[in-house]
């Protein structure tokens, strides 16, 4: 710039005009010389700055097309994972249904032979429960005698100084008899009913000398009732077996009086037969 300048002097020299105008002119177009060029460095500055900035979002949109990227392929990867998950999960939910489908039969196929179980055991216990019913009522006044129920059979317990005299085992006591006809025309209303006559004793040591021990006690008196059963009232001896337990099934302890008392007795079991129970319950099983 200062070389255009001095370059211009000389012409104006050169042409013939006065120094003092060309002093006058050098002022003039120096100042706008020092205008332009400060103008030119301010243009120069705003350009660098223009610039600067300019490289600045260059690297800002760089680096946000990387983050972009990055994010859009982590969209992708996710996008890939729900894709397996839902097929994965379609597989599964059919999985689950047939499972469920199968279960449910099962379950069905469960409820069914439950209820035939359920209706099984009711045919057999309801008569079971009438029988015992009847017996409670006919036996109200004999405040001796115990009878308990339970799902299979019905258990009728006497004492044994109801049936037998002291030391007398193969005969029942006359007295005892209209007891023994009350149960057996009762026991005639279930023909179906099997009779299991049990003796029982205490742990006294027999007195008798004709018995080794009372174990072959209870089973005499246990064959003397079943003999007047049949006898006396006449049940079919088909139905009745006689057994003996001796002292090794006592009801109570053997250590006071009245224990020893509850456990001579005689207990007849009256059930169903167990054959007949065994070959239904067998039709009811699965194949």
């Not at 998950?85 to 597989?91: E, P």
């Not at 109801?162 to 209209?178: E, N, R, S």
């Amino acid at each position: 710039m200062r070389i255009i300048f001095i370059l211009f002097s000389f012409f104006l020299f050169s042409c013939g005009i006065p120094k003092k105008e060309v002093l006058l002119l050098e002022d003039k177009y120096k100042n706008e010389l020092i205008n332009l060029d400060s103008q030119l460095v301010h243009q120069r500055s705003l350009n660098y700055s223009l610039t600067l900035d300019n490289y600045k979002k260059l690297g800002s949109i760089t680096a946000y097309e990387s983050v972009q990227k990055v994010y859009l392929d982590r969209l992708d990867s996710l996008q890939n994972d729900i894709d397996r998950l839902n097929k994965n999960s379609s597989v599964s939910q059919n999985f689950l249904s047939d499972n469920i489908d199968t279960l449910e039969m099962k379950l069905a196929n469960q409820y069914l032979f439950t209820q035939s179980i359920l209706n099984y055991w009711t045919k057999f216990n309801s008569p079971v429960g009438k029988l015992t019913s009847i017996l409670k009522d006919s036996l109200a006044s004999e405040e001796n005698v115990m009878i308990e129920e339970s799902t299979m059979y019905c258990s009728i317990s006497i004492p044994m100084e109801i049936l037998f005299k002291p030391f007398v085992t193969q005969a029942v006591d006359p007295t005892a008899m209209p007891l023994l006809g009350k149960i057996s025309e009762i026991l005639q209303l279930f023909p179906a009913f099997t009779i299991q006559v049990i003796g029982h004793t205490d742990n006294a040591i027999q007195q008798n000398k004709k018995l080794p021990d009372n174990w072959d006690l209870s089973v005499l008196r246990a064959s003397a009732v079943s003999k007047a059963l049949v006898e006396e009232w006449q049940l079919s001896p088909s139905r009745i077996l006689a057994a003996g337990k001796g002292e090794f099934s006592p009801m109570k302890s053997n250590e006071t009086t009245e224990g020893k008392a509850l456990n001579r007795r005689i207990e007849l079991v009256v059930s169903l037969r167990t054959e007949d129970i065994l070959r239904d319950y067998r039709k009811l099983l699965p194949k």
